[in-house]
């Protein structure tokens, strides 16, 4: 009775069963004993058809927990004869993708893994971090292998830092899906290159990418114009206006250093005006009425004008206005500003393709804060194949259903 109520816990059925079970109360351990039954031929993968039992070994595998005791499955397993004259171990259907545990026990590090660090997960779990990583690592590798891209048609591609200094990384995501699909080292036209290549690896020729953004690095623009060559570049309206913030800022710090006033307004002068306080909305009307005379006060109102002018959707007009805007800003003396209207002017078709497309790397950016968020808690990633791991688990969206079918399905 009790070995039958335990097949059902364990998920344990025919030709195998459960044949004694054995507490160890000092060390918390349940130790569950399975056996298959006589007579029994078995399946192997690569050979058709199922063979007869050649000998035994006993394979000992990490299960979920009994309530808070450790549970281990010791199995009596099989090898089996295959008609060439060669012996095979055979796999019971309840062994996990890495040696030593069972696919229910690596379900739940799955289901851990992308809400904290492998060393909390380690702790919940009861192995060592090295044991949960190896296992996310092994998920990843067999998902990303199986991972069918024909339907991707847009990409979103970013950089973010790997380490201290100037160590990077290229991600590249599905813009449509939001899922990330390649993380690659670098940020030159190489990673560009790379990306190209694991995507038509599974499925997606490049000639297939109708559409990319990124941000306005000569790198990324040679690697896109190579790599794919079909794909309308976008720059986003918020990369834009970062830079034209950005010139905001430096008028402010110039003219500051005469015009005391303006000291204190940073922020009143980066933010959306619908989200300043009462106070400061006041402050800045005060500043926006001295337009005539003060620099900052003008170039807060080339920001605000190139803004309104990304929120429209005919790209005509849009390109129109852009050249009318250049020209005025050009004319004018707001020096850092300047600079902004000349990158506008480089890059005008790619700016001008928002209009239409409205892609943008927004995600792409949250994703990066997640990524750095998590390095933090973990003390730092340093080898490539765990900072391809974590982000995959936390962004890739893996049908890990796949590959183990307790693990939960991506949403």
């Known amino acids: 009775m009790h070995d039958r109520l335990f097949e059902a816990a364990l998920g344990i059925t025919t030709p195998w069963s459960v044949t004694g079970v054995q507490f160890d109360e000092a060390a918390k351990v349940l130790t569950v004993a399975i056996d298959f039954a006589v007579g029994s031929r078995f399946a192997v993968e690569g050979a ?32 089996v004869k295959l008609p060439d004259g060669s012996v095979q171990l055979v796999k019971p259907s309840f062994a996990g993708r890495l040696s030593g545990f069972t696919l229910l026990f690596e379900a739940l590090v799955l289901m851990l893994a992308p809400e904290m660090p492998f060393a909390a997960v380690a702790r919940i779990v009861g192995i060592s971090p090295h044991r ?19 339907d991707v048609t847009a990409l979103a591609i970013d950089e973010t830092s790997r380490a201290r200094g100037h160590d990077y990384i290229t991600l590249a995501a599905d813009a449509i899906k939001r899922r990330v699909l390649s993380v690659t080292a670098g940020r ?16 997606c020729p490049p000639e297939q990418i109708e559409s990319v953004s990124i941000d306005m690095s000569p790198a990324f623009i040679k690697g896109v114009g190579e790599q794919l060559p079909n794909a309308r570049i976008t720059f ?10 950005a010139a905001v800022d430096k008028m402010r710090r110039i003219e500051q250093r005469s015009d005391k006033s303006l000291k204190g307004m940073r922020w009143s002068l980066l933010k959306d005006r619908d989200h300043l ?46 050249l009318h805007w250049c020209r005025c800003v050009m004319r004018s003396k707001v020096e850092p500003m300047k600079d902004v209207a000349a990158m506008v002017r480089r890059h005008l078709e790619g700016i001008v393709a928002w209009a239409q497309t409205r892609q943008t790397n927004g995600f792409l950016e949250a994703l990066n804060g997640l990524f750095q968020a998590a390095k933090r808690r973990a003390r730092g990633f340093t080898r490539m194949a765990t900072i391809k791991t974590v982000i995959f688990l936390i962004a890739g969206k893996l049908d890990f259903s796949a590959v183990n079918p307790h693990a939960r399905q991506p949403t």
Not at 50 to 79: G, M
Not at 188 to 203: N, S
Not at 292 to 301: E, K, L
Not at 302 to 320: G, M, P, S
């Open 48 to 79: 058709p058809g199922e063979h007869p039992v050649h000998d035994t070994v006993t394979k000992t595998y990490r299960h979920l927990n009994f309530f808070q005791h450790e549970c281990l499955l010791q199995v009596r397993t099989p090898r």
């Open 277 to 322: 306080k009462p106070e400061a909305v006041v402050e800045l009307d005060a500043l926006i009425a001295r337009m005539a005379s003060v620099r900052t006060a003008r170039a807060w109102v080339y920001k605000e004008q190139l803004r309104e002018i990304l929120e429209r959707k005919q790209i005509n007009v849009v390109r129109a206005m852009l």
């Open 132 to 150: 949960v990583m190896a296992i996310c690592r092994r998920y990843v590798a067999l998902a990303l292998a199986e991972a069918d891209l024909s």
């Open 188 to 203: 030159d036209a190489k990673a560009i290159a790379t990306i190209a290549a694991e995507l038509a690896e599974h499925g």
């Open 236 to 245: 986003d309206k918020f990369h834009v206006v970062w830079h034209a913030n």
